[in-house]
C-alpha cells in the first residue's frame, strides 16, 4: 500500500514540479535534487497512484491511447477491426536500475525469429512500460551518460523506434521523466542538466513541529495503512479531480504580449544557454495557472515557476562566484 | 555445531543490534563496523541458531509465511488447493559472496522454457533463499554499488519481482539484512549508509579475564561440542523465549507524546539529511521496550538504542572536526 | 511535424554552412560549434525536409541515384533489367548514436547464410542509410575515435566496402556529414577536425526582440503546427527553388587567376597544415557564388566562406596566445 | 622425484610451521613470507612426500575419509551398500595458479546435464582435489581478493558447498592452506593476513658451511636421486613417525590455568585486532608439545610458537615504529 | 579514379621512399612521419595505380607469383596439374583499419569445417590480400603494439603460417609495408621504429606557387578527371618504364670496398643500436643507384638516402639535445 | 634459409649462453638482455639449425624422445606395440607471441568430445610443439605476469599436465627458454628474473672492422645464400660436432671440493637472494668444461661463467649504487 500524495508533510516544491508535468508533459520532465531520505521516490510513487486510470488498447503491450498515436501492432490491428476495445490501467512508475543496458531501455528485436516465422518479434524494454506513465531515475548522475542521452532523446520525440537489419518497430513513448540526484555525489553534465524541463532542490525539515508531524503521520501509516488511506481520501480525491480539471483547461490558457515581454528581458540577463529556459519558463506559468484554475498567464505564474524552470540552465562562470547567477536571477525575479 | 549466541563473551551492542531486527524487521537491518576477527559472521549464524523454527508453505522455494504474503507459486497453488501444507524450518544465514552477480541475486527467468512449454520457470536467486531469513554481507563496502542498492530496494520494498521480455515473477523478499565492514578498507557511501536501520562498532576486548574467558569457551567448544551445547542449552532456550514474547508485544507498546517530542527536539539539533532517522529511533525503542516486556517507550529506552539509530547518519560537516556531531549527540543524550 | 527551417531565427552561419554543402557535397560536411540548447539537430533536420525528393532505384536499400553510382545489387539487376525503375523518397537525417559499433556503421555480412545459400546476404549499416542523405553526429568529441575515423574515410571515398572471408558488397555512401560539439566538453583531435570541410561556431541569441520571437514561433509551432506550417510555405518553397538552381549552376562558375592568387596568399601567411584549406575555400567560395546566382567568384565570396573553411585548421602554436592565427586571419581578411 | 624432506638444509621455522599445521590441521594453515629462491614450494612438496599415505574411500573423487565427513556421493553410496571400500592414496599438493577462476576453484554444476537426466552433475574443483591435501600458493599477495576470501572461507568451513539453480552439491574440503609471498612484491590485506592460523619469514643461509652443504646435495641429488633417497631413508622414516605419533598424542594434551594467564596477558599488552592470535597461540603451543612427545603445554611451548602464531596479526600503528610492537613482542617473550 | 603520381606537386623524399622500396622490396618498408592533409595516403594509392600489373597464378587467393613461392593451395595444384595458368592484376594498397584484430590481419582456420569435412578451410586475413601488394597503416603510433609487431614479423619473413590445432596453412605475404603517423599525436616505441627500413618527413609546402599549383591541380581534376589523366598519362609512363628497368638492373648493381668503408665510418660515429642502418643504407643506396640506370654505388647515392636510412635510428642520448644526433649526421654528411 | 651459427660475427657471450644450455639444459634458459636489432632472434635460430637432427617417436605430436620420457598418447602406444619406431626431426624454434593465451601455451582438452566418443582429445598448445626444441620469446618484459610464470613453471618441471574436469593429459615439456628483452622498455620482476639460468648482455658492435664484416656478410649472403652457405659449411660441422661430444662429456666431468669453497665464498659475500645461483654457476660451469673437452672443472671456467650465472640474481639495495653489487661481483672474480 501507497502512502498518500496529499499526506507527504511539506515539500512543495517537489510536488508542485511533478504537478506541472502532469498537466503539461512536454515540460519535459523534472529532475529532482536533494540529499538522501527525503523521500524523493516515494512521492513520485504517491503521485502516481493518486492519478485516475488512463484508458488503453486493449491487450496493447505499450499501453496506447486509444485515441492515438498507436504502437506498429496497434496500426495493424485498426486495419482488421473497425474499433479497438479498451480497457482502463492504473498508471505506474517505472524505475531504471543502475547498470541498466540499451537493450533493456528501447527492447529488441528477435532477428532469428523474424527470419524463420516471417513476423516481427518485439520483445518490449523499458520504454514501453514507461509510456503514458513516469520513468523514474534514481541517482541519475550514476547513470552512463549514452542511457540518459537516449532517454533524453526518447522523451523529446516520444516515440521509441528500434531497426536491426532492415526490421524495424516502433511505439509511442510519452512519458514524465523523472531524475533524482544527490549533488554531493557527482554532478551531471550541464547538457543533460539543460534538457530536463524543471529541476527542484528538496532538503529535509528542520522544525521541530514538521518534524513530529513525518513521524507520526509515518508511525501511523505502518501501524494501520487501510484506516490512515481512509482518513485521507477526500484530500486525495480533491487534488486528483484538481489536476484533471488543469488538463482540460490548459489549451485555453493565454499569454499577452507583456508575458512574452518579461520572460525575454528576465532572461537576456542571464548567462543562459539557448533558448529551452524560454520555452519552459512559458509552459511551466502556462500549466501552474491552468492548475489555478485561471484561462491566462499572470505575472505571479511567471515568478512561481521561474527558479524550477531556470536555475539549473544558468551557466557557472570561470572567476565568479558560482552562485551569482542564481543572485542575479532571485534579483531580477524580486523586482519583477 | 555452531556456538552458542549466549555464550559470546559481551559484545553486547551487536548482540542488541541482531535482537532488535529479529523482534523488528521493519527497523531496516544491522551494519557492523569492525575490526577483524571479532566474531561478526559466527554471531549472526548463532543468533539464526537460537531462534525458534519459522512456519512455511511445505515445498514452497520462497519460505511463503502460512498466512502470506504468498510467491506466485503459492498463490496459484492457493487456488487449486483449500489448504495449504506447512512445514517447520530453521532460520538460515545466507551469505552474500563478493563479486556476486545481479542475477544470482535477484534469479532469472528461463525464457527458453517459456517460450517452449508456456509456463514460467523462474530460476531462484539468493533473494529467494533469504526470505524470512538473514542475509549477511561480509565487508559490504568492497561490494558493487549497485547490488548494495538492489539489495537495500529489495529490503525495503519486501518483494522481488523479476520480469523479462513480458514474464514476469515475483516473490516476497522479507529478510534481516545485515552488513559487516572494516571502516580501514574503505567507506561505504552515505546514501548507503542511511539506508542500513541500525549500526554498530565492534573491537575486540583488551581486558585480561575476558580474554581468558573468550579463549577458553572456544577450546572448550573445540574440544567437546557437544557437552557445551548441552551447558548453555537452558540460557539459550530462555533467550529465545524473550525473543518471542517480544514479538507478540510490540504491536501493543503505547507511544507518548513526550517521546515524540524528545525524538524532533533531538534530532532537529543534528545534522541528519532525512527523516529516516526519526522514525528507526521510535521504532528500535519500541522493539528495545518490548524486549524488556514493557508496554510504552519510556525516555531511558530512546537513550539506549539512540546510538545505533543515528550516528551513522550524522554528517560530517566540512571544515569541522569529522567527531564533532557525534559528540553534540553524546552531549543531547546526556542531558535528556 | 518538423519546424520550419526558414523560421528559425538567426543563426545566418549555421544555415549557410549546411545549405553549402548540400549544393557542393564534395565540400566535406560541417562541424557545428556550439552550445547547448541552439537547435543543432532542429536545424539539420529541418534543412532536410526542405529539400525537394531525390529519385532512387526503386526497392533499393542504399537510395541508388538512378543514373548511378551503383549498389552491387543495382549492377546485379541492372544486367538482369533494362531499365531501372525509380520512385521519389524525402532526404533523411540519419542520427548517429554514441557508443554505437562498427558493425553498427558499416553493416555485416552473413557468412553462415553465404555459405548455405551461395548467395551474399548483406545486413545494412547506417552507411546504407545515411546514402544521399545527412549524417548526423550529435556530440562527435565523445565518439570513439575509430568510429570517426571510419565515417571521414567513407565520406571521403564515397563508397562502402564490407569485406569478409573472401565475400564482398559494396553500396555508394555519399552522405552530408554533419558533427555538433560542444567544446567545453571535450576536443576533436586536429586530425579529425581537419577532415571537416567547413566549421561554424553558434550562439544563443542575446537580443530581447530575437529571443521574443524564437518563443513566440516555437509556442506558435507547438500550439498549431499545421497552421504554422501553412504560413512559412511560400519562404521554403522559395529557398528549397534557389538551392535546386544553385545545384544546378555550380559547374559553370568560373574561377579567375586572381582568385588563386588571393587564396594562396592568404593561407601561405596562416600556420595551416596540409593543403586542405585552400580546396575547400575554393570549393565553400564557389557554392557561394552559386547560391546567389552568378557565374564566377569573386573576392567578397571568399571573404564570406573564409572563415568557415580555415579557422579549425589553424594551428595553436607552442608559447603563443592560442588565438593568435585567428586574428591573423581576421586581419588579413579586413584587408583582402 | 621429490628431494626429501629432511635432507633440506636449516629453515627449522618453515619446517616447524608446516609440521605443527599437520598435527592439527584446525590451526589453519602457514603464511610462508621470503625471499626468492628459498625452496618454498620444495619443502611443502617434501613434507608431503615424506607423510604416510592417507586412507580413502575406494573410488571417491574428494578423498573422503571411511570415517567421515562424507560427500554427498558417498553419503548416497552408503546406503546403497553396507560397508564402504577403502583404498590407500599419498598425499598431495595442489597448486593455485595465478588468475584461477572461481568456477575452477569450487567446481560447478552441470546444469543441462541435471535437467536432461534428471541427476546431479558436479565438476570437481581445486578445492574437490585438495581435500585431505596440502593447497599450496605461490604468490598469494597477487591473487585476487575475492578468491583469498574463497578459500579462506572455504579452509574455516571445512566444506565445499555449490549450489546452482535449486540443485547442490557438497563436499567435505578440509585442507592445509599453505601461502607463499615476498612481501617486496605487494602486501596481503590484514584483513585476509589474520585469518592464516601461522606465519614464518625465510630467507637465504648465507653461512658458506650450509650454503655449501645445500649445493652439494642438490647436485648429489640431481646426479644420482635413487641413491640420494636410499641414503635418506632412516632420517625420513624417524620424522613420518614422529609425526604420526603427534597426531595421536594431541588430544591428551592438557592446558594448565598458568599458560590461559600467560596466554591472554602476553596478548592483551600487544595490538592485536581480534580474539584469534589467543586461540592459534595456545593451539599451535599444544601440537609442539605433543611434537615432543610431552602430556602437557609448557611455558617453552609458548615461546617457541608465539612468533608464528602472532607477528603477522600485530597492528602497524600510525606515527610509530613500524616494528615497534614486534619488539615488544621480543621484549615480552624475553620475560615470560 | 586516382589522381597521378606524377602529377602531386613537390614531396620528392617521400615519392622517393616509395620508389626504392617498390625497386628492393627487401628494404623494408617506409615510415611517414608528417602532418595531416599532406596526401600522404594519396601519394601511395597513386603509386600502386602507377605501376604495371602483376602475373599471379590464375585464382590463387594470394596472389601467388607463378615463379613461386607458393601458397599451400598453389603447392597442392601443382603436384595436380603441369602447368598453373596466370593471370594478370593491378597493385592494391591494403589498408589496416585501426582496431584490427590479430584474426582479421592473419587469417583464421575454420576448426570445425576441417574437422567434418577432413580439409583445411582458411579465412585469408589481410596479410593474405596483401601479398605482393602495398599495406598501409594510418597512424601506426595509435595500433596496439602486438599488432605491428605481428605486421613487421611477416614482413621479414615474408611468409604467413596459420596454426590452429594441429592444423596449418601458409602463404607467403611479401607486401611493401608502408605506415604514416603524426608524430605530434604519439609516438612509435623505438623498437619498431627500428624495423621500418626507411623513414621520410613530409610537411605542406608554404610557397605559394607550389600551393597554387596543387590548388590548380586538384580543382582541375574534381572537375574533369579524364582529361586530367589523359595528359599526365606520358609522364607517368615514363616513371612506371623507369621503376621497371630499375627493378631489372638492380642485381647488377656493384659495391666497391670504399663504399663499405663509408659506410661503417659513418654509422659508426653514430648512436645508433644494432646494424640495421648499415645494412639498409646501402641497399637504398643501390636501388638508387639502380633507378638513376647506374651499375654502381657512389658516394653521392649513399648521401642522397642516408637520411632516410639512418635518422629515425639515431638514439635520442639522456641529458643532451635530443636534435645532437641528427645534426651530427648532417656535419657527417656534408664532409663525405 | 638461414644465416649460419658460426657466420654471425662476435657476440660470445650471447653464443656461448645458448651453446651451454643446449649441453646441459637443466641450467634453465637464457635470458638475453639488449638493444633492438642485434640479431637475437637471428642467433637462436642460427643455432637450432646447426644443430644435428633428434629422433622421436615416428608420429608423436610432442617429439617424444624414443628412450622416455613419454607422453600419455606414446605410453599407450607403448602398451599395444613392442618396439616404437622412430624419425628423424630439425630442431625448431618455437616463437611465444605477445598477447598469447593460457590455453595457447598449454593446449586444451575437447571436453565435448570426451564425453561424446568417451575419448580424450587433446588440442596441443606451444608447450607441446616446445619439447626438446627452443622456446623462444621476445620481448619477454612486455608478457604477461602469469605466462611468464606458467613457463618457467613448466620449464622446471619439464612435463605440461593439463587438467579439465576428471580429465587429465600429460606430455613432456623439456626446451631450453630463450627470453629477450631491451631494459629500457620495461624490467622484469625479480621474482622472474631469477628463474632464469643464465642472463648475458649484447650490444650492437662499434669497431669499424667488424661492423664492415657483419654488412659484408649479410649482403653476400642476402646475394646468394646457396654460395654462402657451402662456404661456412665446414665451420658449422665443426662446431656441431663439438657440443655433441660435449653432451657425451658431461656426465664424466668431476668437481673438486676447493671448487664447491670458491663457489661459495664467492656468492656468500654477495646479495644473492636463495641459492640458485650457486647451483646454476656450478652447471654451467661443468658445461663450459665439457664443451672444452676437459674431465674437470678448474677455477678458470667459473670464472668464465660467473657473470652470466650470478649477475642478474644480484639484489639492488636501496640507499647504494645499483651497480656496486655488480662491481662487487667482477672485483671478486679478478682475485679469484
Not at 529541476?199 to 514538521?210: G, I, N, R, S
Not at 479531480?241 to 499569454?255: D, G, M, R, S, T
Request: negative net charge.
Amino acid at each position: 500500500m501507497i502512502f498518500p500524495f496529499t499526506a507527504i508533510v511539506n515539500q512543495e516544491e517537489m510536488k508542485l514540479g511533478l504537478i506541472l508535468n502532469v498537466i503539461d508533459p512536454s515540460i519535459g520532465g523534472l529532475l529532482i535534487m536533494g540529499e538522501k531520505g527525503t523521500a524523493k521516490s516515494t512521492t513520485v510513487r504517491a503521485l502516481a497512484d493518486l492519478l485516475p486510470e488512463i484508458e488503453v488498447v486493449k491487450g496493447c503491450r505499450f499501453n496506447c491511447d486509444p485515441s492515438g498515436p498507436f504502437c506498429i501492432e496497434c496500426l495493424e490491428k485498426k486495419e482488421r477491426v473497425e474499433v479497438l476495445e479498451t480497457e482502463k490501467k492504473k498508471m505506474e512508475v517505472v524505475e531504471l536500475p543502475l547498470g541498466v543496458t540499451e537493450d533493456r531501455v528501447v527492447g529488441t528485436i528477435d532477428i532469428e525469429y523474424a527470419i524463420s516465422y516471417g513476423k516481427r518479434k518485439f520483445e518490449p524494454g523499458l520504454l514501453a512500460k514507461a509510456n503514458r506513465n513516469f520513468l523514474y531515475i534514481d541517482e541519475v548522475n550514476l547513470l552512463e551518460d549514452h542511457i540518459v542521452d537516449l532517454l533524453l532523446d526518447s522523451a523529446a520525440m516520444g516515440i521509441n523506434r528500434v531497426e536491426r537489419e532492415g526490421i524495424s518497430f516502433f511505439h509511442p513513448a510519452r512519458f514524465i521523466l523523472i531524475g533524482s540526484m544527490n549533488p554531493e555525489e557527482g554532478e551531471l553534465r550541464p547538457q543533460l542538466l539543460d534538457r530536463f524541463g524543471l529541476c527542484v532542490e528538496v532538503k529535509a525539515l528542520t522544525e521541530k513541529v514538521l518534524r513530529k508531524e513525518i513521524l507520526k503521520r509515518k508511525i501511523e501509516f505502518d501501524t494501520s495503512p487501510e484506516r490512515f488511506l481512509e482518513k485521507w481520501k477526500p484530500e486525495q480525491e480533491r487534488l486528483s479531480e484538481k489536476i484533471v480539471q488543469a488538463k482540460k483547461l490548459l489549451p485555453e490558457v493565454k499569454v499577452s504580449e507583456e508575458i512574452y515581454e518579461i520572460i525575454v528581458t528576465l532572461t537576456s540577463q542571464l548567462s543562459l544557454d539557448g533558448h529551452r529556459g524560454d520555452i519552459v519558463l512559458l509552459k511551466a506559468a502556462k500549466a501552474y495557472s491552468a492548475f489555478n484554475q485561471k484561462g491566462l498567464v499572470e505575472k505571479e505564474d511567471l515568478t512561481r515557476v521561474a527558479l524550477f524552470s531556470l536555475r539549473h540552465r544558468l551557466k557557472r562562470l570561470p572567476f565568479e562566484d558560482p552562485e551569482a547567477e542564481v543572485k542575479k536571477l532571485y534579483e531580477l525575479l524580486s523586482i519583477l
